[in-house]
């Protein structure tokens, strides 16, 4: 069973850094693209950023490029997104999903 | 950036018949853009039910379907049940630095 399980969401101040990660088991991690996705409150999913499964190419939405940096440790199964200059307009449930978008984890809420 | 339109929202009686569309602003959608669609209800992750236009997950009731309509990807949802009542997503592909827009979300009322 594919598992996602994010962490290190919480509350930071405007101009703060936060790092998102995202344990996955299940699927074989290093064969599968990654993904982050966020939800501000009451609102519809935003593409934030994605890393290729060699990791040699990362992607990133317009709000967030130059502020976020996305990286993954297929040595431990993990993706990271560290969030730097957040501004309040970043705050969001972050959500971790896997491949072609078809395995999704439960989200860490991001407050700023 | 893309921007990638759903209608706000729409209703069903039970058992009945609704078709989502999702429109780019770039002109006609085609397989090329590999459109997703996803269900999120209240309080819940995103659910993937479609990928690549029209291909089902092994989850994915077969009462939904994906096909292009008029230029634009659509969902069909045929037999409607009181707990297809959801938000839907689509989620369109396109080439260069910013490969992936979501559309604003379809909210399903079954009534």
């Known amino acids: 069973e594919v598992q996602l399980l994010e962490s290190g969401g919480g509350l930071v101040q405007p101009g703060g850094s936060l790092r998102l990660s995202c344990a996955g088991s299940?699927?074989?991690?290093?064969?599968?693209?990654m993904n982050w996705v966020r939800q501000a409150p009451g609102k519809g999913l935003e593409w934030v950023s994605s890393i290729s499964g060699s990791g040699g190419s990362t992607y990133y939405a317009d709000s967030v490029a130059g502020r976020f940096t996305v990286s993954r440790d297929d040595s431990s199964d993990t993706l990271h997104l560290q969030m730097d200059i957040l501004r309040t307009e970043d705050t969001a449930i972050y959500y971790c999903?896997?491949?072609?978008?078809?395995?999704w984890g439960q989200g860490t809420l991001v407050t700023v | 950036q893309a921007v990638v339109t759903q209608e706000p929202s729409v209703t069903v009686s039970p058992g009945g018949t609704v078709t989502f569309t999702c429109d780019s602003s770039t002109g006609a959608v085609t397989t090329d853009h590999s459109p997703y669609w996803f269900q999120q209800k209240p309080g819940q992750a995103p659910k993937a039910l479609l990928y690549d236009t029209l291909n089902k997950h092994s989850w994915t009731p077969a009462r939904f379907s994906g096909s292009l309509l008029g230029g634009r990807a659509a969902l069909t949802l045929s037999g409607a049940q009181p707990e297809d009542e959801a938000e839907y997503y689509c989620l369109l592909s396109y080439s260069g630095v910013r490969p992936w827009v979501f559309g604003g979300g379809t909210k399903l009322t079954v009534l």
């Open positions: 299940g699927f074989t991690f290093r064969n599968y693209a």
């Open positions: 999903v896997a491949g072609s978008f078809a395995f």
